[in-house]
């Protein structure tokens, strides 16, 4: 009898977990998105603790597993340890599987894996995966279905999403391993080293799995070239990808979202350059030595890896101040919507821009490429940059108090760990353990993204059946 009645308690408790984890992924996707990274990031967390994950076979220190497990998941690229020489082989395949993992979005891979294991998906898995291709749907109420990707399309999506990343990953590890090769790599060192450059520029992460990192490639044409290529396609977001796919050349069929996302890219690519040929063609530590072909071309790769690629080929601390100042700016508005860069989206700030454009010129409404774009979507754009805003102020400075670091620096490495970057200028290694774990809280916000975040805040949605009398407060 007290075993059948063990089984019974245990049969309730088990049911009343799976009740409360289906309420939690029914009811709030963000915070299930929230709830499954965390877990993600303990375990990984507890494999990097393994003695076999070191190269010296000892158990790495709490901190430094835990910060490395975060940069790893939320493809973020900085260290708090020397990531060549640090981990063991197995644990560089940790990092190789975890930014995929990270890159591609664990609801996107768990509705992936549904996808496959049941041939369908039902309502509740497109409303999970279509969440994660846009923020939006994480807020309740009615949304247009003229948005990034309709419920209809999140199946392709999905079987986008994952042969994106294996193809693109697939073909650029194979135009870098002849590059590898004739920079001197080993051919069998290159066979590894090919997929591992590929999954970090893909994923937008720049781990290295060489000490020197990219620098030893600075006169490489071919493969910094791929690398841009890689952390591109990466830094675009699925959903246009699947546009392109879908679409083609009939840019006239491509979504708002498309546009502003490639043109917004190109823009910032562009000028990033002209910026740092401008800022740093003097300065002998970096591009004062080159001539003009050079400085052109490390300035385009640069300004590439800013916006959340992370590889650089020179030393960050080299830079000029005004030059840092670029770079920031650059970081934190990251890349575009569903990818695996970071930041506030290049969606975001086009959106924002356009909207003051539109109330200089003096209309009603804001309009693009012959589409309205509605309030709803103006005032999470707002809401995007104050929240990022707040959380690198606080984090700059509660770091800059911990450590009594320059708060340039302080400033410039934090805002690469909200954008996921891994661009530093070699603080954050030298970090102690409290502000180790301010950073890692940064980079966690920044890749779960501050939408994400308020959405999983906020209880439930209410809606308001009333409206209160008008009054305008004097702005500016």
């Known amino acids: 009898m007290s075993s059948i009645g063990w089984s019974t308690s245990s049969r309730k408790r088990a049911f009343d977990f799976w009740h409360l984890s289906r309420r939690i992924i029914t009811s709030s996707p963000s915070r299930f998105a929230i709830l499954i990274f965390a877990t993600l990031i303990l375990l990984f967390t507890a494999l990097f603790s393994l003695p076999i994950a070191s190269a010296s076979g000892t158990v790495t220190p709490l901190g430094d597993a835990l910060f490395t497990?975060?940069?790893?998941?939320?493809?973020?690229?900085?260290?708090?340890?020397?990531?060549?020489?640090?981990?063991?082989?197995?644990?560089?395949?940790?990092?190789?599987?975890?930014?995929?993992?990270?890159g591609m979005g664990v609801l996107t891979l768990a509705s992936v894996l549904g996808l496959v294991i049941s041939k369908k998906l039902g309502l509740r898995?497109?409303?999970?995966?279509?969440?994660?291709?846009?923020?939006?749907?994480?807020?309740?109420?009615?949304?247009?279905?003229?948005?990034t990707v309709r419920l209809g399309e999140v199946g392709q999506l999905l079987m986008t999403v994952a042969m994106s990343l294996i193809v693109i990953e697939l073909v650029v590890a194979a135009l870098l391993y002849p590059g590898l090769v004739m920079a001197g790599i080993h051919p069998l060192t290159a066979l590894w080293e090919a997929p591992y450059y590929s999954a970090m520029a893909f994923t937008n992460t720049g781990f290295a799995p060489n000490a020197t990192g990219v620098v030893e490639f600075v006169d490489d044409y071919f493969v910094l070239t791929m690398l841009m290529i890689g952390v591109f396609l990466g830094s675009i977001g699925f959903p246009v990808i699947y546009t392109l796919l879908k679409h083609h050349y009939h840019v006239k069929r491509w979504s708002l979202h498309s546009k502003l996302t490639l043109i917004t890219t190109a823009i910032l690519?562009?000028?990033?350059?002209?910026?740092?040929?401008?800022?740093?063609?003097?300065?002998?530590?970096?591009?004062?030595?080159?001539?003009?072909?050079?400085?052109?071309?490390?300035?385009?790769?640069?300004?590439?890896?800013?916006?959340?690629?992370?590889?650089?080929?020179?030393?960050?601390?080299?830079?000029?101040?005004?030059?840092?100042?670029?770079?920031?700016?650059?970081?934190?508005?990251?890349?575009?919507?569903?990818?695996?860069?970071?930041?506030?989206?290049?969606?975001?700030?086009?959106?924002?821009?356009?909207?003051?454009?539109?109330?200089?010129?003096?209309?009603?409404?804001?309009?693009?490429?012959?589409?309205?774009?509605?309030?709803?979507?103006?005032?999470?754009?707002?809401s995007v940059v104050a929240w990022g805003a707040t959380i690198v102020a606080l984090s700059t400075i509660i770091i800059g108090q911990i450590t009594k670091a320059s708060t340039e620096d302080v400033l410039f490495d934090v805002i690469s760990a909200f954008g996921t970057v891994g661009l530093s200028t070699g603080l954050t290694q030298s970090l102690p353990d409290p502000a180790v774990y301010v950073m890692a809280l940064t980079i966690f916000m920044g890749r779960v993204g501050t939408v994400t975040l308020a959405a999983a805040v906020a209880a439930t949605t209410r809606t308001q059946l009333y409206s209160l009398p008008v009054e305008r407060p004097i702005v500016g």
């Open 69 to 102: 497990a975060v940069s790893t998941i939320c493809v973020t690229g900085l260290a708090t340890v020397d990531m060549a020489e640090h981990w063991s082989p197995f644990g560089h395949v940790l990092i190789f599987l975890g930014v995929n993992i990270g």
């Open 125 to 147: 898995a497109k409303l999970l995966a279509a969440g994660d291709s846009n923020p939006l749907r994480a807020h309740g109420g009615v949304v247009n279905e003229g948005q």
């Open 269 to 382: 690519l562009v000028l990033g350059a002209a910026v740092f040929v401008v800022l740093e063609f003097d300065n002998p530590k970096t591009f004062g030595s080159m001539d003009a072909v050079d400085t052109t071309f490390q300035s385009v790769f640069l300004s590439a890896m800013t916006r959340s690629g992370g590889f650089s080929t020179v030393e960050i601390a080299d830079l000029n101040g005004s030059s840092k100042l670029a770079i920031s700016m650059l970081m934190f508005v990251g890349g575009g919507s569903a990818s695996t860069a970071g930041g506030i989206k290049v969606t975001t700030l086009a959106v924002l821009a356009i909207a003051v454009w539109s109330e200089a010129r003096g209309r009603q409404s804001v309009n693009a490429f012959g589409r309205r774009i509605p309030s709803d979507v103006q005032r999470v754009a707002l």
